[in-house]
């Protein structure tokens, strides 16, 4: 009996001291299913659309791409002058529900798309669904995480790559069915029957002090919520504002620009590309999910180059963009394709968590809140922008060629300004002094005001 009695005891105070999976991987994993449901399916689906309506309608290339750039302009606007507010109004939660219902709102608007004005429609009501859920997404995941945020924001992000690996071959089997309205309509039921329900029933927005622990490495919560250099952040008597006219903030709003336009050109004319070379349809489906299927691999890896190195690991990160998109005036021999898609794929992939972790690295958790969405802002402009110059320049020339050169020197011009921020925070000091000069910090995220009737499930 008591050899009996030992062990159960035994087992049972092995049971109570075996570590509990941190939330916050909860967290990530409610951040993965929410953009893979809802900005996988719409990045996978769009570059479909643009062969569709110019041979229904006639329009030209450029008319055609521009839905990305309304689309991109407006999540640009959302995040600059709407989001900011809108978060600090009304909290995360809402704003992540409103980016679910606006996106799955988008997607069915394309059903009504008769013209060029009903077609841009859809694309603005996307593009703001699209800025919130991209934002809300960074920041929820990002609030639980410190020591690994890049690593787990990429995690979370990853769930773009596995749409792209699944969504490509639903959206032609879609099109190849019911029609291009109905294939970009059908694939919001993604979003109305499982990304909310499950965002709704699991995400918990605002960790305590006590939540994160896991994640700062014994340092108290106030120290995790500070500026990694205090210098970038508004000293005492000035507003967040004084933030935005330094030097430092506009070098790296200028390198997300031009990175993010140069990404996203390439992005949304790849299967135009690929198919200016020759190459058949499902070929190029097969081509964007292989980009897809390593863009998981960057993600993760980038986190954790970003965790590591920081700015200087993202201006590398840049290079491998531009040698990516090198690749594409290759793209006629097999070999190189294979190359272009593996590579195209890992450099996307790892630029997704950049602004985020530039935001949480550079200005800290406290002022998180209010830099990231400008630094998203400025990076859908450019990512609006890319494509549409890239389009122009293509209807002018009638090839990609001096396209992608363009594209080529300006990944290595972001890289050359990331480079440089690397270089002025090594000079910044971190000392004690420079840490107190700073207002004071929250020890947890502040919430928004909530109904009684409001409450929160996990």
């Not at 590579?343 to 790892?350: D, S, W």
Request: charged share 10%.
């Amino acid at each position: 009996m008591n050899t009996l009695r030992d062990l159960a005891l035994s087992k049972a105070r092995h049971a109570a001291v075996r570590p509990k999976l941190y939330r916050g991987w909860v967290m990530a994993a409610v951040g993965f299913a929410s953009v893979a449901l809802v900005f996988g399916t719409t990045a996978a689906a769009l570059p479909f659309v643009y062969g569709a309506v110019v041979a229904e309608f006639g329009w030209s290339l450029t008319e055609a791409t521009l839905l990305f750039t309304v689309k991109n302009v407006a999540s640009s606007g959302a995040a600059l002058l709407l989001l900011g507010p809108l978060l600090t109004r009304f909290g995360l939660r809402r704003l992540m529900v409103t980016a679910f219902v606006a996106t799955g709102v988008g997607m069915s608007a394309f059903l009504i798309v008769d013209s060029l004005p009903t077609y841009y429609l859809a694309g603005a009501i996307l593009g703001f669904g699209g800025a919130a859920a991209t934002i809300g997404t960074n920041l929820f995941v990002s609030r639980w995480f410190y020591r690994n945020q890049g690593f787990a924001v990429g995690v979370a992000l990853t769930g773009t790559s596995v749409g792209g690996i699944v969504f490509p071959h639903v959206t032609v089997t879609l099109i190849d069915a019911i029609g291009w309205r109905g294939a970009i309509a059908g694939l919001s039921f993604f979003i109305w029957a499982v990304a909310l329900p499950l965002y709704l029933w699991k995400a918990e927005e605002e960790p305590g002090s006590n939540e994160i622990e896991p994640e700062l490495d014994g340092q108290p919560a106030e120290h995790a919520l500070l500026p990694t250099c205090p210098a970038l952040s508004p000293k005492v008597g000035e507003g967040i504002g004084a933030i935005y006219g330094t030097k430092t903030f506009w070098t790296i709003a200028f390198a997300l620009l031009f990175v993010a336009a140069a990404d996203s050109a390439v992005f949304q004319h790849t299967p135009l590309i690929l198919g200016a070379a020759g190459i058949e349809a499902e070929l190029v489906a097969f081509s964007l999910s292989t980009m897809f299927a390593f863009g998981i691999v960057g993600k993760i890896a980038a986190g954790r180059v970003f965790d590591a190195w920081s700015v200087s690991g993202m201006a590398l990160w840049n290079v491998l963009l531009a040698v990516s998109i090198a690749l594409a005036l290759l793209v006629g021999e097999v070999t190189a394709l294979v190359a272009f898609a593996a590579v195209r794929g890992l450099a996307h992939g790892g630029l997704i968590p950049k602004p985020a972790v530039l935001a949480k690295h550079c200005y800290g958790a406290a002022l998180m809140s209010p830099v990231l969405p400008v630094l998203m802002g400025v990076w859908l402009l450019g990512a609006g922008i890319g494509p549409v110059v890239l389009a122009a320049l293509v209807d002018a020339t009638g090839q990609y060629r001096e396209g992608i050169v363009l594209l080529v020197a300006l990944a290595l011009l972001a890289a050359a300004l990331l480079h440089r921020i690397h270089r002025e925070r090594a000079r910044m000091p971190a000392s004690p002094e420079a840490v107190s000069s700073r207002p004071p910090v929250p020890t947890a995220y502040p919430r928004a005001p909530r109904s009684p009737a409001e409450g929160r499930t996990s």
